[in-house]
């Protein structure tokens, strides 16, 4: 079955702290994504990626860096947290040929 | 680039009610169109994606319309049941490029 793991699904730092946010997909997809998604504003779009090694520069990247380490894996990096990158973030990933993102449960972040 | 506007940001209906969510957007090259349902605390399931050769499309209990010329989505819920309680999303993409454009969202609520 089609998967989308996220890791942890919640997590609390306090500004300035370091954090990484996991995701793993068993679907053999292409392309996998990072999102946040704040009341307000939807989900926006952090980095994406189309294979192990790339890495695409999304709407909001300011703060984040990403790195996809194989297919199947793509990690979220908020090296200096600031209470401004507290938000829900969801991973998905997608199939090329007739693209529609599926997500994973999402990642509740809180910087203090 | 693209610019998805998502219409209403809330809506209430009573149980039996239609319920119609409207999404417009920018990009003439738009080629794949998405309808996303979020229950409260859970990650985005995929109710429904759309060719742009498709004008209607039909689902269990709903109805999406594409209208090209307009660039206009629309979701149709022709009868709401409490379970129909979410947020919903629309998702645009266009052919060949492997980025996702999404509304803002609507929060529907279904009074029984």
């Known amino acids: 079955e089609a998967a989308v793991t996220q890791s942890p699904r919640n997590k609390v730092t306090v500004t300035g702290g370091n954090v990484t946010l996991s995701c793993r997909q068993t679907n053999s997809h292409n392309y996998m994504y990072w999102y946040r998604q704040d009341t307000g504003h939807g989900l926006r779009l952090i980095h994406y990626s189309y294979g192990a090694g790339n890495l695409q520069i999304g709407d909001v990247p300011d703060g984040y860096k990403a790195t996809r380490t194989t297919q199947e894996d793509f990690f979220l990096l908020l090296e200096l947290a600031s209470p401004s990158q507290t938000s829900l973030y969801f991973c998905a990933s997608s199939e090329g040929r007739f693209p529609a993102p599926l997500f994973g449960e999402g990642t509740r972040l809180s910087v203090l | 680039g693209e610019q998805v506007e998502q219409r209403p940001p809330h809506l209430s209906v009573r149980e039996g009610d239609s319920a119609v969510i409207t999404c417009t957007y920018t990009d003439p090259n738009s080629y794949y169109f998405f309808w996303y349902k979020q229950e409260p605390g859970a990650s985005l399931q995929l109710l429904m994606k759309?060719?742009?050769?498709?004008e209607i499309n039909e689902g269990q209990g709903f109805t999406v319309l594409l209208n090209k010329k307009d660039k206009r989505l629309s979701l149709n819920l022709t009868a709401a049941h409490p379970g129909d309680s979410a947020a919903y999303f629309c998702?645009?993409?266009?052919?060949?490029?492997?980025?996702?454009?999404f509304g803002k969202g609507t929060s529907l609520t279904v009074i029984p």
């Open positions: 759309v060719f742009s050769s498709t």
């Open positions: 998702a645009v993409s266009s052919l060949g490029y492997q980025n996702f454009y």
